[in-house]
């Protein structure tokens, strides 16, 4: 009912200006900044991605390493850019807002593109949830085990079954994902930003000791000898520290949902630019930082998770903090992500049965010294289910390391790189094989062959940990 008032009132105010409580498109006036954006995009970027860089680095070594590492950033802020001048369609200041991804594409190039990128963009979501439940649970683990080696002076193995962990993790998200609406959660995502330094300066700080204590830099200019691993392994692993390297990075899959927070003038596209370089150069600057000083730490041996990989057993109480921001962020990203989602499905839920009580219906309950708190019916039972889902898959398949690069290899191309390249085409009618086009699309292409190395890698993964799988029993 209030979306249609906003509506009608956009329908009699022209699209340029607005008035002083309302935007052009009749929505409350938006109020993000460069700054508020960044938060948001750092956020999402430096996730639990950062924990597997020093692998990564292991396995491409010295030299490729950091190249590869900044190549993605390049890739990762200019096609961000492109995916930026997507969101008005025609004029930059006073075109059509799109409002999500999917929107952009379906304004730029409609058809059968909008169902593909909707499978896409949404099943990427519900892989990142599953991830983030498995990342808190080992980091929840990896708090009590390095206790218990305390304790036992490192004679205990400590092993211990993850399940009851991701269930902890599920059951606060059941309770987070009642909060409506994307914007409400600025102060989440300061805190989640506040966070990611934490445990990132924590890895940092015990790569560097590492480093101090060994007395040289490990690691060689072409990554893990052959010896250590097998000449195929070697090739396997390369392709998969790709996909690793390409999730770290992976975030123009919410691009435009944080766009449509920025205010305007200057346009949001001016603002959101600036907000991916900062953003996309203070990322790049931790991950160079990270993944090298913990390859420089433990070179071939450099662990899957940094943090959890049991590379450091002391000073425990610091691993302690770092992991507990690990999970406090993965919290925190876990909606930051999930939100679009729960968001299409409720909007598509109201267009198909407009009539029904069970969907529109909220249910107020008075809290003492509080407003009253609103709950929808279908948003409590669908939200619950959704977190109910990814949990129970996060405990059948816990070796996410590989999913998460699969994840990464497959979400990346179709929605980093083709959909903007694409999008941006349209917008801006570049001619077929023009030079700029040509170079779009050689740009493109080389992306896909990345991408699909990548994926290579992470199933050859995945297959080799089935062998040693039993379902419902990870033990750590």
Same mark, same amino acid.
């Given at each position: 009912? @209030?979306?249609?008032?906003?509506?009608?009132?956009? @329908?009699?105010?022209?699209?340029?200006?607005?008035?002083?409580?309302?935007?052009?498109?009749?929505?409350?006036?938006?109020?993000?900044?460069?700054?508020?954006?960044?938060?948001?995009?750092?956020?999402a970027v430096i996730g639990?991605?950062?924990?597997?860089?020093?692998?990564?680095?292991?396995?491409?070594?010295?030299? #490729?390493?950091?190249?590869?590492?900044?190549?993605?950033?390049?890739?990762? !802020?200019?096609?961000?850019?492109?995916?930026?001048?997507?969101? $008005?369609?025609?004029?930059?200041?006073?075109? %059509? $807002?799109?409002?999500?991804?999917?929107?952009?594409?379906?304004?730029?190039?409609?058809?059968?593109?909008?169902?593909?990128?909707?499978?896409? =963009?949404?099943?990427?979501? *519900?892989?990142?949830?599953?991830? !983030?439940?498995?990342?808190?649970?080992?980091?929840?683990?990896?708090?009590? $085990?390095?206790?218990?080696?305390?304790?036992?002076?490192? %004679?205990?193995?400590?092993?211990?079954?993850?399940?009851?962990?991701?269930?902890?993790?599920?059951?606060?998200?059941?309770?987070?994902? =009642?909060? +409506?609406?994307?914007?409400?959660?600025?102060?989440?995502?300061?805190?989640?930003?506040?966070?990611?330094?934490?445990?990132?300066?924590?890895?940092?700080?015990?790569?560097?000791? =590492?480093?101090?204590?060994?007395?040289?830099?490990?690691?060689?200019?072409?990554?893990?000898?052959?010896?250590?691993?097998?000449?195929?392994?070697?090739?396997?692993?390369?392709? =998969?520290?790709?996909?690793?390297?390409?999730?770290?990075?992976? !975030?123009?899959?919410?691009?435009?949902?944080?766009?449509?927070?920025?205010?305007? &003038?200057?346009?949001?596209? %001016?603002?959101?630019?600036?907000?991916?370089?900062?953003?996309?150069?203070?990322?790049?600057?931790? !991950?160079?930082?990270?993944?090298?000083?913990?390859?420089?730490?433990?070179?071939?041996?450099?662990?899957?998770?940094?943090?959890?990989?049991?590379?450091?057993?002391? +000073?425990?109480?610091?691993?302690?903090?770092?992991?507990?921001?690990?999970?406090?962020?993965?919290?925190?990203?876990y909606q930051v992500y999930?939100? &679009?989602?729960?968001? *299409? @499905?409720?909007?598509?839920?109201?267009i198909r049965f407009p009539?029904?009580?069970?969907?529109?219906?909220?249910?107020?309950?008075?809290? +003492?010294?509080?407003?009253?708190?609103?709950?929808?019916?279908? /948003?409590?039972?669908? /939200?619950?289910?959704?977190?109910?889902?990814?949990?129970?898959?996060?405990?059948?398949?816990?070796?996410?390391?590989?999913? @998460?690069?699969?994840?990464?290899?497959?979400?990346?191309?179709?929605?980093?790189?083709?959909?903007?390249?694409?999008?941006?085409?349209?917008?801006?009618?570049? &001619? /077929?094989?023009?030079?700029?086009?040509?170079?779009?699309?050689?740009?493109?292409?080389?992306?896909?062959?990345?991408?699909?190395? #990548?994926?290579?890698?992470?199933?050859?993964?995945?297959?080799?940990?089935?062998?040693?799988? %039993? &379902?419902?029993?990870?033990?750590?």
């Open positions: 009912m @209030v979306q249609h008032h906003q509506t009608v009132l956009a @329908v009699d105010m022209p699209q340029t200006g607005g008035s002083k409580y309302l935007d052009d498109d009749g929505k409350v006036k938006r109020n993000g900044s460069v700054w508020t954006a960044s938060a948001h995009i750092i956020t639990s991605g950062v924990l597997s860089l020093a692998w990564a680095t292991a396995q491409l070594g010295w030299l #490729a390493g950091p190249v590869v590492m900044l190549l993605f950033s390049a890739v990762t !802020y200019f096609t961000s850019s492109l995916l930026a001048a997507c969101y $008005r369609s025609g004029d930059p200041i006073s075109g %059509k $807002r799109n409002y999500t991804y999917m929107d952009a594409v379906r304004s730029n190039l409609g058809g059968v593109k909008v169902t593909l990128c909707g499978i896409v =963009q949404y099943l990427n979501i *519900f892989g990142v949830a599953i991830g !983030y439940t498995i990342a808190s649970a080992i980091s929840m683990m990896a708090i009590k $085990r390095s206790n218990c080696f305390h304790k036992s002076g490192g %004679k205990d193995p400590c092993h211990m079954n993850s399940n009851p962990y991701m269930i902890a993790f599920g059951l606060v998200q059941i309770l987070f994902s =009642q909060i +409506p609406d994307f914007d409400q959660l600025w102060w989440l995502s300061i805190l989640a930003a506040v966070m990611s330094f934490t445990y990132s300066s924590a890895g940092l700080a015990l790569g560097i000791a =590492q480093v101090v204590v060994n007395g040289k830099v490990k690691g060689s200019l072409t990554g893990i000898s052959i010896g250590a691993v097998t000449e195929t392994q070697k090739i396997w692993r390369t392709f =998969q520290a790709l996909g690793d390297i390409a999730f770290a990075y992976s !975030y123009s899959i919410i691009l435009i949902e944080i766009q449509d927070t920025v205010k305007s &003038p200057p346009s949001e596209e %001016k603002t959101m630019k600036k907000a991916t370089l900062v953003s996309v150069s203070v990322t790049t600057m931790f !991950y160079m930082l990270c993944g090298c000083m913990g390859y420089a730490a433990f070179g071939d041996l450099s662990p899957g998770n940094l943090l959890t990989g049991f590379g450091f057993y002391n +000073p425990y109480w610091l691993l302690d903090i770092a992991n507990a921001a690990i999970v406090i962020h993965l919290i925190g990203a999930c939100q &679009p989602l729960f968001a *299409f @499905v409720e909007k598509q839920a109201s009539d029904s009580e069970f969907i529109a219906k909220d249910i107020k309950i008075p809290i +003492p010294g509080f407003k009253h708190l609103r709950l929808n019916v279908f /948003r409590l039972i669908w /939200r619950t289910v959704f977190v109910i889902i990814t949990t129970v898959i996060s405990m059948l398949l816990p070796f996410f390391n590989d999913v @998460v690069g699969l994840l990464g290899a497959l979400g990346f191309w179709p929605l980093t790189v083709y959909f903007p390249v694409e999008m941006y085409i349209a917008q801006k009618k570049i &001619p /077929r094989w023009s030079t700029r086009w040509v170079c779009l699309q050689v740009f493109s292409s080389g992306c896909l062959v990345i991408s699909i190395a #990548a994926a290579a890698g992470s199933i050859a993964g995945v297959l080799l940990d089935l062998k040693s799988y %039993k &379902p419902f029993r990870s033990e750590y």
